[in-house]
Nanobody
Framework: VQLQASGGGLVQAGGSLRLSCAAS????????MGWYRQAPGSQRGLVGT???????DYADSVKDRFTISWDNAKNMVYLQMNSLRPEDTAVYYC??????????WGQGTLVTVSS
């Protein structure tokens, strides 16, 4: 599975941004997709996940502000980020887990939230 993330950029606090991740390759093997982020000097941490059936889970820090969606027809997963805060500044990575529990990463996309 190959992943291509896009949509990062600079946004003011309180603003919104939508990240996209295009999947290609063995699409049928994908069981769930997710987003992680890594701020400078910090470890990579989970933002949220979405399973093929549509169930989602989010980190407490982004709950009620971020929404993950999966467009099966386009093989795309999105991360809609609202009410952005400076502490959301990070490199965001999309990933997928296959039905055989293999994990694939896309390249990161930088999100910078100015105060």
């Amino acid at each position: 599975v190959q992943l291509q993330a896009s949509g990062g950029g600079l946004v003011q606090a309180g603003g919104s941004l939508r990240l996209s991740c295009a999947a290609s390759g063995s699409i049928s093997s994908i069981a769930s997709m997710g987003w992680y982020r890594q701020a400078p000097g910090s470890q990579r941490g989970l933002v949220g996940t979405i399973r093929r059936g549509g169930n989602t889970d989010y980190a407490d820090s982004v709950k009620d502000r971020f929404t993950i969606s999966w467009d099966n027809a386009k093989n795309m997963v999105y991360l809609q980020m609202n009410s952005l805060r400076p502490e959301d500044t990070a490199v965001y990575y999309c990933c997928v887990w296959t039905s055989s529990a293999r994990l694939f990463w896309g390249q990161g996309t930088l999100v910078t939230v100015s105060s």
